[in-house]
């Protein structure tokens, strides 16, 4: 699988002084791709790295010959691990390559995102064991989890076209709802808004249509991740989902944030994925040695929120939640590509695969407020004395994350944010 | 809505002579669109309409400046009927048009096709109230119709990776399934290969996120259809598909027809939209004039089977069911644009809407084996004493569909077909 290598080395520093900070999200240990261009240009977006509070331009530093994200991401990983070296050694204290380089940055409170690559596909699993428990109490009191919850990854057909980048502001979705005791559904805006805190997966290489990618193989064509917000209207969900699955409760709008940080960069954070005592082993072809020693990567997951109500008293977002996302994952990401392609599905360069909601045990560490305010029962109390059972207009979600680990250098995912708007 | 103009008349012949054929698919009166090139040639794929026994290059005669469909979709309803009236003036027997438009013919004997636009996202629809019946019947003997399904036109998100055009091979796929008195699911080839006989909708122009397309509108977002065939692991579905809905039982492939048939082409066959008695009321946003007056398509629907046996002794396909769309669709194509984007989700120029099976109440009209056979308890007789409850290899599913009626020229939908490949 991955190496930890010289780009890994704490000791690594970087001429961009803002790295080098302790507890930066954007060390030279980190490198994570996106695509930026100066706020308010006219620009077309180009392909950039994030390092310290600057965004070094890829193709203006001599490094890639391209500004096509998907190109890059079909890259071998050899290939890629030869860019992260190129770009790791540039930017290095010392480098003879400042020179030159200084004159690629861009800092990042000049810049602007857009999608990190173009979607073809976009998958969400539901890979959160906890969130499906709460939840399946929830929507199916006398069967929570059903039975092929820890044998099947369960997953489903996403909507790429609705994919936003972070910051953009999300629409209350309107549409059909039906109260348990009413003879006839209303129509009208959403009123059970919620957001679900997920990690991005991004394909790298793809596979051919009919040719199933292995377990043993998977992780070769994984590209990155980032953070994830699958918006989710619970009152539609409750009425469509049935027979198909959800739609237009999530279809309105889901938020990526800017950076793709590469599993090169995740090497240091892997640990073993473990069935817990009693659970079904996975069958074979989600088995594999690889995914056995270092299939889970530790992250740790933060959600904050801003109220209209806050922002207005110049109230900085405070945290709503946060877990671990190795302890909420009952299945890798390996897991998934294997999964998806077993029946012969091709993946593309670029295509996302949501984790699902990554809820631990615990309210505190719950990934949306369905399961917080245990279906709205119980509302959340904020430190500024206002309650939330599900979102409320004007109200702005923040999602983050970050890996550390003894010895390592601490590399951060950025956040992905959206304001709901009535 | 569409109006019936001189591009419909009767007595307009061309002179391509296999358009004026009684019976032909592609009478002037048609005019779909595809994508193809020389069969084993590398040429680019380009834009080209069907006529009689030929496609008429529409770069080459200087109809287009364009090879990308998706860029000609997204074109206003008057530029689409404007380039309309233009092939049809040029192909009309006695146009002056003739000797030039002569070379850029090439005859469909000697072409192959690609997927007719690119297509972003892919959504299946479940407008076949008779199928649904039955199938949740199978599904769920006490609970067949859910409540929501005359309120709600159920979709979910497919997978648009998997979309192959009419004549690529289908590979049984491989995947877990359980059966009701096993413990645990095994894993192995689909046993129970299905089929779904669809129509497929292609976007013209698209809406923003966050601004829906309001009911009266959603016609002029509509650019035409084709057959399409959701092909079903019925095994792996049963077994996954609770609760987000389908996912490996139907990405391994979906097989779309080469021809996008036009919204204008089809005006002719328009009929109204009537609730049945006793039918709750469609919602207001569903709910419009046009709809109404007009918004079914009269196009019926055939599906053929040629077995491997079959092929060995070179008996040619035989019908295996035969329906009517507008008898079998709960929901028009403008109630699916407008309930897609009642949440503000937005839509693209060349997304694809399947129909969802398309089946009438007897086993003769049928959409799928798995209602013919009854959920393979009673195994469907060919007339070579075969007998066939799902697929088996070799198997050629091949569907048709064409419009007819008093005073108007019958015009075709062309074929999807596809072999089942072990």
Known sequence: MYTIDATHAPQRKSWVEAANAPGADFPIQNLPFGRFRRAGSNEAFRIGVAIGDQVLDLRAAGLIATDDMNTL????????????????????????AQGEWKKALVPQEQCEYTLPCRVGDYTDFYTGIHHATTVGKLFRPDNPLLPNYQWVPIGYHGRASSLVISGTAIRRPNGQTKAPDAEVPTFGPSRRLDYELELGYY???????????????????????????????????????????????????????????????????????????????PLPYLDGAGNRQQGQIDITLQVLIQTAQMRAAGETPVQLSSGRASEAAYWTAAQLVAHHTVNGCNLQPGDLFGSGTLS??????????????????NPVTLPNGETRSFLQDGDTLILRGWCEREGAVRIGLGEASGTIQG
Chains 1, 2 share one sequence.
């Open 73 to 96: 991401m079909a890259a071998t990983p050899a290939n890629r691990l030869q860019l992260r070296h190129a770009i790791s050694d540039g930017l290095t204290a010392g480098s003879p």
């Open 203 to 281: 394909i790298g290489q793809g596979n051919t249509l009919g040719a199933p990618i292995s377990i043993d193989d998977a992780e070769a064509h994984l590209f990155g991740l980032g953070m994830f917000n699958d918006w989710s209207a619970r009152d539609l969900q409750a009425w469509e989902y049935q027979p198909l699955g959800p739609f237009l409760s999530k279809n309105f709008g889901s938020t990526v944030s800017p950076w793709i940080v590469t599993m090169e960069a995740l090497a240091p954070f892997r640990s073993p994925f473990v069935r817990p005592e009693g659970d079904p082993q």
């Open 360 to 377: 631990g045990t615990t309210p505190e560490s719950a990934g949306s407020l369905l399961e917080m305010s245990m279906g709205g029962k």
